[in-house]
């Protein structure tokens, strides 16, 4: 579906299909497999899953070596390395996973509007790759709420 632009089976994973087509436009610049391309979206996407769960466990347990082998056991389990290497959509998801929690947690501690707008950004590109990622969105409203609703109190005593 990448490679011809076309649509997957439902629900189309549109993100993933998009990504897919602009880099195997570039496989005539690389000489490269379009599979190849493909794939190494879930590389870089899994690459870039594990630096953010390593900072999402030392925000939370604030211990780098606890941290490190945390990711370290994350990174070599069976199925993150397998879909590491496929091309398929769940790398991307496991990203997406990651990247929220990681917008969640810094929106809490910091209170910076600028994280909550990211989050509000990148929750609804997360749709667009995969459905799945609904599960995930009571877990971060628990987690953005406290500060949230100081703010939208602050706002209301304005008016």
Not at 106 to 118: E, P
């Amino acid at each position: 579906a990448a490679v011809t632009h076309g649509v997957a089976h439902p629900p189309g994973y549109p993100l993933f299909t998009l990504l897919g087509f602009i880099l195997t436009q570039l496989g005539g610049v690389t000489q490269k497999s379009p599979a190849f391309l493909v794939g190494t979206i879930s590389a870089i996407t899994s690459a870039f899953a594990v630096v953010l769960y390593f900072k999402i466990s030392v925000i939370l347990t604030k211990k780098t070596f606890l941290s490190l082998v945390s990711v370290l056991t994350l990174s070599t389990t069976y199925l993150f390395w397998f879909f590491a290497e496929i091309p398929e959509v769940f790398a991307l998801n496991n990203f997406f996973i990651t990247l929220l929690l990681f917008l969640a947690l810094s929106y809490h501690r910091n209170k910076s509007q600028t994280y909550l707008y990211s989050l509000a950004f990148c929750s609804g590109l997360s749709l667009t790759n995969h459905l799945t990622i609904l599960l995930l969105f009571p877990a971060l409203l628990v987690i953005i709420w406290p500060s949230l609703s100081k703010e939208l109190k602050k706002i209301k005593a304005e008016f």
